[in-house]
């Protein structure tokens, strides 16, 4: 499953619990009040088949039907079987020869009491005749006054446990059945889902459609998609392969999902496993804002199509979801992770595997950039809470578990399993594990013993620590030069917080010397140097600080840590100026000279800007030009300013949208009144680029936001102009409201509030006018009391009345941004109501937030930032200018 997340602060109390006898920590920061224990649920009977037949009633927005569940009695003896089933009808349930059975009916299950009891192995089949206008699970789209062109579909969406919405089941993945599905809808319409289509039945105004899969899969995997599509035909290996999109977007459905044979052919060769089934379908539909790996047929929502301008810049992250959501046939579909405790076996692969894609697909320098930002996503959302990567507490569905650590975190594991095995064994190992538990259910203890039986490697530790634990290595490294021993030492400690959450990590890193070849060779080419690496152990017998020296022929002329970058940690490494400008201009690895960058961004030294202006024009790669911009934006001063006005305006358009984006971004950073001249030349700069229009929405998104932040004249005016210039998902309005919002003035406050609560306006659009009202609760401090209040006024409505769960949920963080605290009850009481587990959780993350934040402590902490920030500021001031005097003399 692919999601769109927000990471919020995520207070409350902790537990603790044991997973295979081992204690799991207590996490920090995540559980909400009322979160409990879950474990997967008894099954006294295994589920076999499930058969669905039933009808669709798009005018009341309703299905009837039939559900017929097969089962094999695993108990001794089976007297009742409960079925999960929320807010349905029943109207009759009976065994398959029709004779009827008892039952009751509590708010989640349906209790079904059998006509005698069935003993071990015994097969018999319960039909539930019933009907819902389901809330969840199923949905109904339509056209509507926001979106008149939005043509009729229905969709499916059952993870983590929707499907008991619309149809009685086992809503839980510790269990596999074949599934069949007889779908009666109108004539027109055209039906999409597992596994094959066996018939087509005419009836006049409508069709009935037959599917069945026969590979048993966990209920939460079944797919209908019912809409009048466009079909774009592709292959593999001789299996279809097929694109449904609605009919004006087909020239784009190859945009986004062109690469899927090719894909197919890469996961297929790299885990030696063939793709298990005999076609592959993706859907793209309306309302749906993620993507979800239903077997045989993934599910694509309509914010993830690529138009052909997106695809110039925006195409390689959009199109790493296809890539996600293709890997999870493999894992997560063949082979589920048993309960969502252990999801990271479902998502952290799929996570993993998307960017071993972009390594085949787009080289090692973008793999090994999008590892970084994995880890940063990951970083981000640890600095607001912390848990292992399985953990049973959580409410309800347990949706909040599809985080950063389950993705981000899990893909990072597999990173450092495949560093620490070898690329050979690790494929091996894969291999292994997919043909051990294929069409089985799976929880970490079968990796780690399938890794372990493979490879011949203890795993223990290894799982114990970046699995069971929570947290990861926080390094400070210091590096020195003894010349007269010709000795290298390098202080390496870890600075995270050890306690029962967190260890001190026992892990091997390497550590590279690029040293000149002769006292001579000092030019930095390849010729004249050589690399001496060394492995060490840290972390061993609980040692948090350790040093360790190398014999060397001459000084090194670079050292880097954990060169190629396989260890998910922070890195705090001080090293001189003439190192980094060295690292920056010779390393010919992509981290390196992003380490470099971000290290000389934090130099207050003329010779540190140089060489970061040499290598935002001329690095062979875009990713550490855009490292250098940001670092550049961290400089504040005029040399710096100008590098960045000089990229924006003059690097090609085409080849390097992403780099003036974060050009334009840093632009923003010359604040007025602080910086009046600089903010004025970064505010022309970016009005030129947004008044002329640039072919890329990347850098439109980041002109507007970046404009928005320098705070001068004319700003507003021209961000609510352009309000009105269509783009792509409303992409590049979500960069507008954010830049209203930077600006400080109240007026922008009703502005957005307007095209928040403007019921036609596109939902994409309100999304972005609810996120832009919440930039104004982190910039609070900027605005009066009464604007705070109408922001605070307009959210609240939206949270109780939007259509759009993604609205409802961006209210309210926006809401917990602005740290009101009488939106508590209007969260509290539509949390309790709501039926969306991603929303709900936004919702009460929010009202706990508001409930645990003291207002003047928080106006404390944010005094003290600016004061602190002034001083910094003065700080670098004296620095230049003393730089600047030395020079004179």
């Given at each position: 499953m692919y999601c769109n997340r927000t990471y919020t602060i995520q207070l409350g109390d902790g537990y603790s619990l044991m997973v295979m006898g081992t204690p799991t920590p207590q996490a920090r920061s995540f559980e909400l009040p009322g979160d409990t224990i879950h474990y997967a649920p008894d099954r006294?009977?295994?589920?076999?088949?499930?058969?669905?037949?039933?009808?669709?009633?798009?005018?009341?927005?309703?299905?009837?039907?039939?559900?017929?569940?097969?089962?094999?009695?695993?108990?001794?003896?089976?007297?009742?079987?409960?079925?999960?089933?929320?807010?349905?009808?029943?109207?009759?349930?009976?065994?398959?020869?029709?004779?009827?059975?008892?039952?009751?009916?509590?708010?989640?299950?349906?209790?079904?009491?059998?006509?005698?009891?069935?003993?071990?192995?015994?097969?018999?089949?319960?039909?539930?005749?019933?009907?819902a206008?389901?809330?969840?699970?199923?949905?109904?789209?339509?056209?509507?006054?926001?979106?008149?062109?939005?043509?009729?579909?229905?969709?499916?969406?059952?993870?983590?446990?929707?499907?008991?919405?619309?149809?009685?089941?086992?809503?839980?993945?510790?269990?596999?059945?074949?599934?069949?599905?007889?779908?009666?809808?109108?004539?027109?319409?055209?039906?999409?889902?597992?596994?094959?289509?066996?018939?087509?039945?005419?009836?006049?105004?409508?069709?009935?459609?037959?599917w069945r899969h026969d590979i048993p899969h966990a209920v939460y995997l079944v797919s209908l998609v019912v809409g009048d599509f466009a079909v774009v035909e592709d292959s593999y290996n001789r299996k279809p392969v097929t694109y449904y999109v609605r009919k004006d977007r087909r020239d784009d459905a190859l945009l986004y999902m062109g690469k899927t044979p090719q894909m197919l052919s890469f996961f297929s060769e790299y885990t030696g496993v063939e793709y298990p089934y005999d076609h592959y379908t993706q859907t793209v539909v309306e309302i749906f804002t993620g993507a979800m790996e239903h077997t045989t047929a993934t599910t694509h929502g309509f914010t993830l199509l690529l138009d052909q301008r997106a695809s110039l810049d925006l195409g390689p992250e959009y199109v790493s979801v296809v890539a996600h959501e293709l890997a999870h046939q493999w894992f997560g579909d063949l082979v589920t992770c048993r309960d969502w405790a252990n999801g990271w076996l479902n998502e952290g692969f799929a996570t993993y595997f998307e960017n071993l894609w972009n390594e085949h697909d787009l080289g090692t320098d973008f793999f090994k950039h999008s590892m970084l930002e994995l880890q940063a996503g990951y970083l981000s959302?640890?600095?607001?809470?912390?848990?292992?990567?399985?953990?049973?507490?959580?409410?309800?569905?347990?949706?909040?578990?599809?985080?950063?650590?389950?993705?981000?975190?899990?893909?990072?594991?597999?990173?450092?399993?495949?560093?620490?095995?070898?690329?050979?064994m690790f494929r091996r190992a894969i291999k292994a594990y997919l043909e051990r538990y294929r069409e089985k259910e799976v929880i970490t203890a079968d990796l780690e013993r399938t890794l372990e039986e493979v490879t011949g490697r203890s795993m223990a530790q290894f799982f114990q620590q970046w699995i069971y634990s929570g947290g990861y290595p926080a390094f400070e490294v210091n590096y020195s030069w003894d010349n007269e021993q010709k000795l290298a030492k390098v202080k390496i400690k870890q600075t995270q917080k050890i306690d029962d959450l967190t260890p001190c990590f026992v892990t091997p890193v390497d550590l590279a010397f690029t040293i000149p070849v002769s006292e001579k060779a000092t030019d930095g080419q390849a010729q004249g140097t050589q690399v001496v690496s060394r492995r060490v152990l840290v972390g061993e017998d609980g040692q948090i600080e350790q040093s360790f020296y190398f014999p060397l022929e001459r000084e090194p002329l670079m050292v880097r840590f954990d060169p190629d970058g396989w260890l998910l940690k922070t890195l705090k490494f001080e090293r001189?100026?003439?190192?980094?400008?060295?690292?920056?201009?010779?390393?010919?690895?992509?981290?390196?000279?992003?380490?470099?960058?971000?290290?000389?961004?934090?130099?207050?030294?003329?010779?540190?800007?140089?060489?970061?202006?040499?290598?935002?024009?001329?690095?062979?790669?875009?990713?550490v030009r855009c490292v250098v911009a940001a670092a550049l934006g961290k400089q504040g001063t005029s040399l710096a300013q100008g590098i960045l006005l000089q990229a924006l305006e003059q690097l090609d358009p085409t080849q390097f949208s992403r780099v003036r984006a974060i050009a334009a971004t840093a632009l923003g950073t010359f604040q007025h009144p602080q910086r009046e001249e600089m903010a004025r030349q970064s505010a022309q700069a970016l009005q030129k680029v947004l008044e002329a229009g640039d072919i890329s929405y990347r850098v439109e998104y980041a002109a507007s936001e970046a404009l928005g932040k320098t705070r001068t004249e004319r700003s507003v005016d021209l961000l609510t102009k352009l309000i009105e210039r269509p783009s792509w998902n409303n992409y590049v309005q979500r960069g507008i409201f954010n830049g209203l919002a930077s600006t400080g003035e109240d007026r922008v406050v009703d502005s957005m509030a307007g095209y928040l609560l403007n019921t036609s306006n596109h939902p994409t659009l309100r999304r972005g006018a609810a996120v832009g009202l919440g930039q104004i609760g982190r910039q609070r401090y900027l605005y009066s009391r009464a604007a705070r209040e109408r922001a605070v006024t307009a959210l609240c409505v939206a949270v109780e009345h939007d259509s759009w769960g993604p609205v409802r949920s961006a209210a309210a963080h926006a809401l917990a941004a602005l740290r009101e605290k009488r939106a508590i009850e209007v969260l509290e009481r539509q949390a309790a109501q709501e039926h969306d587990s991603g929303v709900q959780r936004s919702m009460r993350v929010a009202a706990h937030v508001l409930r645990t934040t003291d207002e003047d402590q928080e106006q404390v902490k944010q005094l003290r930032k600016d004061l602190d920030e002034l001083r910094e500021e003065n700080r670098k001031l004296k620095e230049q200018l003393s730089n600047l005097e030395a020079r004179i003399k």
């Open positions: 006294p009977a295994d589920v076999q088949h499930v058969r669905l037949t039933f009808e669709l009633d798009f005018e009341q927005e309703m299905v009837r039907g039939t559900a017929s569940t097969t089962f094999v009695a695993l108990y001794e003896e089976v007297r009742t079987i409960a079925l999960d089933a929320v807010a349905l009808q029943i109207e009759k349930v009976a065994l398959a020869d029709g004779q009827t059975l008892d039952y009751s009916v509590t708010d989640k299950q349906l209790i079904v009491t059998l006509d005698r009891p069935y003993t071990h192995g015994e097969t018999f089949t319960v039909d539930v005749t019933y009907q206008r389901p809330r969840a699970g199923l949905h109904f789209v339509k056209p509507a006054p926001e979106d008149p062109t939005r043509p009729v579909q229905v969709f499916t969406y059952g993870q983590p446990r929707y499907h008991s919405h619309w149809f009685p089941c086992h809503d839980s993945p510790n269990d596999r059945a074949t599934t069949e599905m007889i779908v009666t809808v109108p004539a027109e319409l055209q039906t999409v889902s597992n596994g094959r289509l066996l018939s087509t039945t005419d009836n006049g105004a409508t069709k009935t459609y037959h959302e640890d600095a607001h809470y912390r848990r292992p990567v399985v953990y049973h507490v959580y409410h309800d569905g347990g949706f909040e578990l599809f985080d950063a650590h389950l993705y981000n975190k899990g893909g990072w594991v597999l990173h450092m399993l495949r560093h620490q095995l070898g690329d050979a001189s100026t003439q190192l980094l400008q060295y690292q920056l201009q010779y390393d010919p690895d992509v981290l390196g000279r992003i380490e470099a960058a971000e290290s000389l961004g934090d130099k207050d030294e003329v010779e540190a800007v140089a060489a970061l202006g040499v290598a935002l024009n001329h690095d062979a790669f875009w990713g």
